[in-house]
């Protein structure tokens, strides 16, 4: 039978109940059976109703028959009469709304290559109000800002602030530079919990990669200098190391990322051949090129720098490479890139 059926016949039985000359009678026993129909009414209306409503709006099952019960216990008639209507008005926006609702595609959004260069300048104008000379204030508004610049640009200036002779302005940056800090040391110390734990393949690799990348921010965001550096970088090698030793097909970022360590340390063959293989993995040109030119540089193989510069400038990467394009790949440039005596020694 339908549920809309029940529904009105529940309402029906309501009615028929309230005109029934039974509700006027003062016995208890009558008031407790007229109690317990009215109570079965009801549960009949709320299963009725709860079948009518969207599937959307079933969940939890035994919450939202138990409520739609309530109410209708709660108000004779008037209950069950609103749960009807309450139904039957979602029931038909929702039918309305079906037929109008339809997917469309939508074009990808323009990049605009133009942002990365004023984001640029904004740190430049930063790094220009932090001087000695600038009053204090304006000192502290700037040094606010930083918040919202990438980590690794921005702590470098926080660090030259730890000897700033103004106590609020070094104090403030010592507190940015820590409290960083001890975010990425507090989840280096969860993952290296979770890595005691009985892992299976899978979750042990993540574990180790999650320890790399975390190990790898310290490296990259500034947070550790001089002798801390290097040990904190070899950490994030073992971690690396330990993961794409596991029987689980490696990841092309985590062997980029072991690539780009490498070059950190200065091992530029073995840089090299991590970058070729991630890219053989599946990443993309645009994020090793780059890597394999400076690769080539340190080298002092300049004709490669200029083939992959070529291929980098075919990419159309943002701005901020251009000038590195243009000095390599120009036509104008008049640098004859296999006489190494017309490039600068390093």
Not at 154 to 163: A, K, Q, V, Y
Not at 327 to 344: A, G, H, M, T
Request: hydrophobic share 45%.
């Amino acid at each position: 039978m339908n549920p809309l059926h029940w529904a009105w016949g529940a309402v029906l039985a309501e009615v028929s109940l309230l005109l029934s000359p039974w509700i006027l009678s003062s016995s208890s026993w009558v008031f407790g059976g007229i109690l317990l129909v009215h109570a079965g009414i009801c549960a009949v209306a709320a299963l009725a109703t709860y079948w009518m409503l969207p599937r959307r709006f079933r969940q939890p099952r035994g919450a939202v028959t138990l409520l739609m019960f309530c109410f209708a216990f709660m108000a004779p008639v008037v209950g069950a009469i609103g749960l009807l209507l309450i139904t039957r008005l979602n029931l038909r926006q929702t039918l309305e709304g079906a037929r109008v609702a339809v997917p469309v595609s939508l074009p990808l959004p323009v990049y605009d290559v133009q942002s990365k260069e004023q984001t640029r300048s904004g740190q430049g104008a930063i790094r220009s109000r932090l001087g000695q000379e600038v009053p204090s204030d304006l000192r502290m508004q700037s040094l606010l800002t930083l918040q919202a610049v990438p980590n690794q640009v921005s702590n470098p200036i926080l660090e030259d602030l730890l000897g700033d002779r103004t106590d609020d302005v070094r104090l403030v940056a010592f507190g940015m530079l820590d409290a960083e800090e001890k975010k990425i040391s507090s989840q280096i110390r969860l993952e290296s919990e979770r890595l005691t734990r009985d892992l299976d393949s899978e979750q042990r690799y993540d574990c180790y990669r999650h320890l790399a990348e975390l190990n790898w921010e310290l490296v990259y965001a500034c947070l550790a200098q001089g002798e801390l550096r290097q040990h904190i970088l070899g950490q994030a090698l073992k971690f690396a190391d330990a993961a794409l030793a596991l029987d689980v097909p490696p990841g092309a970022g985590l062997v980029f990322l072991r690539g780009r360590m490498l070059l950190e340390r200065g091992q530029t063959e073995e840089a090299k051949a991590a970058m070729e293989q991630a890219m053989a993995l599946g990443l993309s040109h645009t994020s090793t090129l780059p890597y394999l030119a400076e690769i080539a540089f340190h080298k002092r193989d300049f004709l490669q720098v200029r083939q992959l510069m070529t291929q980098l400038a075919a990419l159309n990467l943002a701005s901020h490479t251009r000038a590195i394009e243009d000095f390599w790949v120009s036509r104008d440039n008049e640098i004859n890139f296999s006489d190494r005596k017309y490039l600068p020694h390093i």
